[in-house]
């Protein structure tokens, strides 16, 4: 079975759909390229993707330590090159209980060696923070 599919639906607007759940999500290209802007971008996708995929890595060695991240937030901000037009750096600043800093360098070594993190191409800066409140 395939992973998803993707219609392109004109406008520089596609619809894909994830075909174990059937949920579908819809892109639109960007402002600044040429598009309405009016739902993420693909690449607003992957950098969005970056941050989902350290915070569930992290739940899982939460759960594996007894530690509870409920209500956990994680902010994403994508920088764009130019030329060529790539993203150029992901900033994410992770937010997590208190509670969790017993538990710091288990924590952030998971969000660290997410698959995500480990499948971006070297000249794409990872900036993350963790905040422990």
């Given amino acids: 079975m395939h992973t998803s599919e993707v219609i392109y639906l004109g406008n520089l607007r ?5 075909m174990a759940s059937g949920n579908s999500i819809i892109t639109d290209a960007p402002v600044d390229n040429n598009g309405k802007g009016e739902a993420f971008s693909p690449t607003d996708l992957l950098a969005t993707a970056f941050a989902q995929c350290m915070i569930t890595i992290m739940g899982i060695e939460a759960n594996k330590l007894g530690v509870n991240l409920d ?23 992770i937010t997590l209980p208190l509670a969790a800093i017993d538990f710091k360098t288990q924590l952030e070594h998971a969000a660290h060696t997410c698959p995500v993190a480990l499948s971006l191409h070297p000249d794409v800066e990872q900036h993350v923070t963790f905040c422990y409140v």
């Fill in 14 to 18: 596609t619809t894909a759909k994830h």
């Fill in 71 to 93: 209500g956990s937030t994680v902010t994403v901000l994508k920088k764009m090159n130019l030329t060529p037009r790539k993203v150029r750096k992901i900033e994410v600043e």
